[in-house]
T-cell receptor
Framework: GENVEQHPSTLSVQEGDSAVIKCTYSDSASNYFPWYKQELGKRPQLIIDIRSNVGEKKDQRIAVTLNKTAKHFSLHITETQPEDSAVYFCAASPNRDDKIIFGKGTRLHILP | DAGVIQSPRHEVTEMGQEVTLRCKPISGHNSLFWYRQTMMRGLELLIYFNNNVPIDDSGMPEDRFSAKMPNASFSTLKIQPSEPRDSAVYFC?????????????FGSGTQLSVL
């Protein structure tokens, strides 16, 4: 089955700097890669997703890149702000059965 | 729409007791997922349903765990008997299958503490 590895587990960046979170997946059949943000005490919420037919997608300050050959994908947050502090989860989904498997999460701290 | 509704929000029980967690998915969604969240393991998929039918329960940790979806608007996750290592936040999520791999909408979770 699918296995998703996520790094780093914790990341601290200065406000205004960029943050990068990386994930790898094992199942070459996976074709959907969402990212979820979970604020303290809240539920995870989708912030951006990418499908395997594109290599990059951008939405304001966040972007995702996908390298299908290497089976890895990344989340980039530019001009970080205090409200970006949260836990971020990457995930992968094999098309054949639609289950969504999550990485273990990255706790992002934005330092003032 | 009120979103995915889970109950109870918090559950404190003693080891050996039966625990039942409840979920009402978003109306019109026909896929439902149960996840367990811990610091060590992150978000683990326990089981998911499509059109009320269990599709994959390979994530259910032991026979002590069972899940049902008797109709499109209700699902339960039961633990019997409960153990301290079951303490975690249990999330229910639903999605629409109008297209493949659609966005998950999570409930607010049930914080379970087994003493």
């Amino acid at each position: 089955g699918e296995n998703v590895e996520q790094h780093p587990s914790t990341l601290s960046v200065q406000e205004g700097d960029s943050a990068v979170i990386k994930c790898t997946y094992s199942d070459s059949a996976s074709n959907y890669f969402p990212w979820y943000k979970q604020e303290l005490g809240k539920r995870p919420q989708l912030i951006i997703d990418i499908r395997s037919n594109v290599g990059e997608k951008k939405d304001q300050r966040i972007a995702v890149t996908l390298n299908k050959t290497a089976k890895h994908f990344s989340l980039h947050i530019t001009e970080t702000q205090p409200e970006d502090s949260a836990v971020y989860f990457c995930a992968a989904s094999p098309n054949r059965d639609d289950k969504i498997i999550f990485g273990k999460g990255t706790r992002l701290h934005i330092l003032p | 729409d009120a979103g995915v509704i889970q109950s109870p929000r918090h559950e404190v029980t003693e080891m050996g007791q039966e625990v039942t967690l409840r979920c009402k998915p978003i109306s019109g969604h026909n896929s439902l997922f149960w996840y367990r969240q811990t610091m060590m393991r992150g978000l683990e998929l326990l089981i998911y349903f499509n059109n009320n039918v269990p599709i994959d329960d390979s994530g259910m940790p032991e026979d002590r765990f069972s899940a049902k979806m008797p109709n499109a608007s209700f699902s339960t996750l039961k633990i019997q008997p409960s153990e301290p290592r079951d303490s975690a936040v249990y999330f229910c999520a639903s999605s629409s299958r109008t297209g493949p791999n659609e966005k998950l909408f999570f409930g607010s979770g049930t914080q379970l503490s087994v003493l």
